[in-house]
């Protein structure tokens, strides 16, 4: 897989504190947590670079990123994410890396980019975003924890907030504007755009940041191999990561000039890795691969590059083996994760039939190969669901949800919201009022979950709730960072509100008068950080 060039990511990593995708090396710190937090009182991050500064900057970012075509809001994969990244966080908070300041302001929220490039990073503000590349890649769930404790690593110790404090005195505006364009130009691999774009943004952060740079890496690794261990992922996972990624830059690193590098060279990173894996007990080998993650490595795989000679060649995988013996449990879980790539391009390629087909073949070979991976079972249901309903049989879409084994409620509670819609062809239903309703619930208590409000004002709009579907639409587009498009589906649900006839909701209309307030004071407190404005309290959304 492509990752940015070398002189790309060593801008980058000038600029956000470390994007790539790097596993904790260190033994962890002998010394206690309260030692090791950053920044401490009089640090210059303390001082110039707040907290509440570092989340709003961190907002700002994600509300740009939420609306690139690349950013992926995939239940499925997000879902299978948040199950390594939890148990970081957890142990991340008991060993007091995250401060009280930090969780009350933090979003510690990880997210997708469709990207080929083996890469992850980390934002402002606690949020880490994961290139499908890298998910592609990793061969277990050590692997990928390994990324993730990494980066996590940098967001508790603020390193971010540290590389930059110095030129805090610019707007948000401007650093976000900076820390963007640094992104956007290291993932076309242009190492003289991204050049470029700091430079002609703030030459000043990145003058002097190498050393600092590479000091940080190793405290993210340091801290980071605490992280990974104490929540039970295995130590081998960490060098295995790193040879992948050294691989995978094999082609475009020579390797020269390690001073000049932000991070620590990958060999010797390598080298540390397997040290500290030694020193921990000696190699333990990773477990058996468990189907649910070969799956979403198999979703990832189709899902990062969706050009047609991409997609065929993932739909090729349904081909039967060559060998004829009965396979091994290894090779057959394998074999289900290739014909559910098949089944996921087929369907992508609206090819429904050769969907089914893929889908059909890998069921039995499931059962068999693992009939206790719930998760992968999940997925299974939820992909045959929509090539049942690709196939015009919503019957068939149905009873395969129903017999999914229960788990984590977003996945299916979407699928479930699309099928009712999608089968409902613009008519109202007993299950589109189930969804909707279960959707209004969901989103009471979840306001930045931008597809279930997009579905709840699609519901509400076939059920005739004119004004819960406007206020839904509105608040989908708040969650994506989109405040002006908000603002104008409040003021057109008002309009609607005056002219609803003899029975307005006004329930409904007293909320959506309250939010546009909310909305309207946030865009003022946006435009005066634009200006500089940096002496005013601001509203938070």
Known sequence: MPVPNFPARLMLTAALAGALPAAPLAQPSTQPASAIRLPALGDAAGEDFTVGTEHRLGEQIMAELRRDPDYLDDPLLLDYLQSLWLPLLATARARGDITPETDGLFSFETFLVRDRAVNAFALPGGFVGVHLGLMAVTA????????????LSHVTQRHIARSIANSSRQSLVGLAALLLGVLATSRSGNADATQAVIVGSQAAMAQGQLNFSRDMEREADRIGWGLHTGSGFAPVGVAAMFEKLENASRLNDSGAYPYLRSHPLTVERIGEARTRVEAAGGVRAVAQVPLDHQLMQARARVLMDSSVPSLRRQQALDAAPAAAS????????????????????????????????ALDAAAPLARRAAPTDARAARALALLQAQVAMANGQPERAWAALDAAPAG???????????????????????????????LQTWVAERRSDATAWALLGQSAGVLGLRLRSLRAEAEARAALGDLGGAMDRLRAAQRQARTAGAAPDFIEASIIDSRLRELTALRRAQLADARGDRNRSEPQP
């Open 140 to 151: 277990s769930r050590d692997e990928l924890a390994a990324v993730l404790s990494h980066e």
């Open 326 to 357: 009965a396979p091994a449990a290894s090779t057959e879980t394998e074999r289900v994760a290739a014909l559910y790539a098949s089944a996921l391009a087929s369907l992508q390629l609206r090819e429904g039939a050769r969907a089914q087909a």
């Open 408 to 438: 984590t409620p977003r996945p299916m509670l979407l699928a479930r919201a699309q099928l009712a819609f999608d089968a409902s062809r613009g008519n109202e239903t007993a299950a589109l009022r189930t969804s909707t309703e279960a």
